[in-house]
């Protein structure tokens, strides 16, 4: 499903269980106090284990230039979210997952000091696996790094990370030992 640039991005408002109730322009859903909106992430890993980061560019309204899992997003209304993560993947990193399944849903609110926007998500959760070089569009990511356990917390140490990237990665970390059999230290 393609928007034109004039075109209002919609989105999936829904209840706490993840029912869809209704939809929303996605720059108004992010508004304080936030609407709960379904959203995805997706964490893809190389056969070494380890996990690809990306910095989201600099030109990106929401969270620009801070350190983030693979990829996330939201599906359009009534896109299911592994489509949309899987198209998302494609459009940012210029590569499909070898590998993506579902590792459950998360569900917060996390407020960005920065932007003042917020994160209010049912959140879906993927894993899997890339086979192929990442050729990330400059105007999603403006660099990827692979990380193992080790690399990432001395990396979450110094840099600026999405405010959502802790909730995620921890949501999803029982899927990512599953996947990654030890690889990496997850």
Not at 71 to 91: I, M, S, W
Request: glycine letters at 8%.
């Amino acid at each position: 499903m393609a928007n034109s640039s004039a075109a209002p991005i919609m989105l999936e408002l829904v209840d706490e269980d993840g029912t869809t109730i209704g939809t929303a322009e996605k720059l108004s859903a992010h508004v304080a106090p936030g609407r709960l909106h379904r959203a995805f992430s997706v964490f893809l890993f190389d056969d070494e284990g380890r996990l690809l980061l990306q910095r989201r560019a600099m030109g990106k309204y929401h969270s620009p230039g801070v350190w983030s899992n693979t990829c996330c997003g939201h599906p359009y209304p009534d896109e299911p979210p592994f489509a949309a993560a899987t198209r998302r993947v494609v459009e940012e990193l210029g590569v499909a997952p070898s590998l993506l399944r579902a590792a459950g849903t998360v569900r917060y609110n996390h407020p960005d000091p920065a932007s003042g926007l917020v994160e209010q998500e049912f959140n879906h959760l993927y894993v899997g696996l890339l086979r192929d070089a990442p050729r990330p569009d400059p105007a999603e990511i403006s660099e990827t790094v692979f990380v193992t356990w080790d690399e990432l917390e001395k990396r979450h140490a110094t840099d600026m990370f999405s405010t959502w990237f802790m909730t995620v990665l921890d949501a999803a970390r029982p899927a990512i030992r599953e996947l990654t059999g030890g690889a990496g230290s997850w």
